[in-house]
T-cell receptor, first 113, second 110 residues
């Protein structure tokens, strides 16, 4: 397996634009997590899915953020409209079972100017 | 309120010295405690997973201990090498969620 795949790896956009981050989890994994990492706040859980269903989105900072998982092999994290304070590295992770030695993707570095 | 704390934030040691990384957490009702390594510009790689019923895990030069009563976990890296230079994060799992510490940035000097 190629591991967790994220795209794009880097995204630079202007304030107010819509941003969509993509994730392909490891085949067979039933949990998918989206994290955000910044210098100030460290690594934070935004939302996680189990069997494609959102279970806990309490970490999503604002209504500008939304996440979907239309099937077991694909998830998106959307920011609309984007703001400079959204600049961070966004990680997707997947696991078989909850928090069970899961795998992280390489991350998407988002810069909002 | 910081649930998971890692001190120090940065550590520099000469090659060959043993590394001791600390992680403390405020809630002892955890399921698992996990240690990760993060290289610059990369994602996280899981190193060791200690389940709540366990006290330690070992893999090669790495050993991690878990003391729920005191709210502490320690990662030991024996005979450090320059390739061990990275940021090490601990993650406390409660339910299905991981809460991370801020990490310890380690530099092993040749």
């Amino acid at each position: 397996d190629a591991g967790v795949i994220q795209s794009p790896r880097h995204e630079v956009t202007e304030m107010g634009q819509e941003v969509t981050l993509r994730c392909k989890p490891i085949s067979g994994h039933d949990y998918l997590f989206w994290y955000r990492q910044t210098m100030m706040r460290g690594l934070e859980l935004l939302i996680y899915f189990n069997n494609n269903v959102p279970i806990d989105d309490s970490g999503m900072p604002e209504d500008r953020f939304s996440a979907k998982m239309p099937n077991a092999s694909f998830s998106t994290l959307k920011i609309q409209p984007s703001e400079p304070r959204d600049s961070a590295v966004y990680f997707c992770a997947s696991s078989f079972g909850p928090v069970n030695d899961g795998a992280f993707g390489p991350g998407t570095r988002l810069t909002v100017t | 309120k910081q649930e998971v704390t890692q001190i120090p934030a940065a550590l520099s040691v000469p090659e060959g010295e043993n590394l001791v990384l600390n992680c403390s957490f405020t809630d002892s009702a955890i399921y698992n405690l996990q240690w990760f390594r993060q290289d610059p510009g990369k994602g996280l790689t899981s190193l060791l997973l200690i389940q709540s019923s366990q006290r330690e895990q070992t893999s090669g030069r790495l050993n991690a201990s878990l003391d729920k009563s005191s709210g502490r976990s320690t990662l030991y890296i024996a005979a450090s090498q320059p390739g061990d230079s990275a940021t090490y994060l601990c993650g406390k799992a409660a339910g299905n969620k991981l809460t991370f510490g801020g990490g310890t940035r380690v530099l092993v000097k040749p």
